[in-house]
């Protein structure tokens, strides 16, 4: 079983900045693609972020697009996410996720991840 464990999260106030880091402990995640998702209290999973395997291609949501910024680093073993300029909305646990499969036309649909970390917390308030 591939453990994925996520950090970072926290409390910010709106206007601030996070970033949260996914690592495997046991685990190469160079070969795969992984995601980023966060789910709000009532409401649905939602894709946030996703890179190829090698990190040359990266996907946003259109609400965090030229907020959030994604990057992976194979050598170390760990894949990051830069979150600036948060809102209130933003306000979410947040998941890693790791997926086998190929290319990245579906990476920000939550069905197609293997395995999923237990979420860190990201609270956005003043």
């Known amino acids: 079983q591939l453990q994925v464990v996520e950090s970072g999260g926290g409390l910010v106030e709106p206007g601030g900045s996070l970033r949260l880091s996914c690592v495997a402990p046991r685990f190469g995640l160079d070969s795969y693609v992984i995601g980023w998702f966060r789910q709000a209290p009532g409401k649905e999973r939602e894709g946030v972020s996703c890179a190829s395997s090698s990190g040359e291609v990266t996907k946003y949501a259109d609400s965090v697009k030229g907020r959030f910024t994604m990057s992976r680093d194979n050598a170390k073993n760990t894949v990051d996410l830069r979150m600036s300029n948060l809102q209130p909305e933003d306000t979410a646990v947040y998941y890693c996720?790791?997926?086998?499969?190929?290319?990245?036309?579906?990476?920000?649909?939550?069905?197609?991840?293997?395995?999923w970390g237990q979420g860190t917390q990201v609270t956005v308030s003043s």
């Open positions: 996720a790791v997926a086998s499969g190929h290319g990245t036309d579906w990476c920000l649909i939550s069905a197609a991840y293997d395995f």
